[in-house]
């Protein structure tokens, strides 16, 4: 497998970041990756930096945003955006390293979850299209 550094997506993650207002994931700890050769047969994947190791190293939670190249860059614009959010939605809101499950609290990391948030992405990016001013929503 072969891991390179993916600023586009770094990019793209800070964007979902902004216009969603995700204020509880830290972007400046979010680090994105690309691999080819993978084994795996995901989009993408989510990696955290367990406590043990915040300890060992003495430092912050960080995680990183793996995106597979084989399954990931053939999907459609709008595909990649919700394979983004929900690798985002795995973070929890105490952004404290750990990683939220699928299923958790009664609340799940699924479809239905993912294109509502999604929708909210679209509408909000329409608004700042068509230039309302969406701060009172």
Excluded at 24 to 41: E, L, P, Q, V, Y
Excluded at 91 to 105: C, Q, T
Excluded at 110 to 135: F, H, L, T
Aim: aromatic share 6%; glycine share 6%; charged share 30%.
């Amino acid at each position: 497998m072969e891991v390179e550094s993916a600023p586009e997506i770094q990019e793209r993650i800070e964007h979902l970041l902004d216009i969603l207002e995700m204020r509880h994931i830290i972007g400046a700890r979010i680090i994105c990756m690309r691999s080819t050769g993978a084994k795996a047969n995901a989009y993408a994947r989510i990696w955290n930096l367990p406590k043990i190791w915040q300890k060992a190293l003495e430092v912050n939670p960080f995680y990183v945003i793996e995106v597979v190249s084989e399954h990931f860059d053939g999907l459609s614009e709008e595909r990649k955006i919700q394979v983004l959010i929900h690798e985002l939605m795995h973070i929890p809101k105490k952004f404290s390293g750990g990683l939220v499950p699928h299923k958790h609290n009664g609340g799940r990391i699924d479809k239905k979850a993912v294109d509502k948030i999604y929708a909210e992405y679209v509408r909000r990016m329409e608004a700042r299209s068509s230039g309302a001013d969406d701060s009172n929503k």
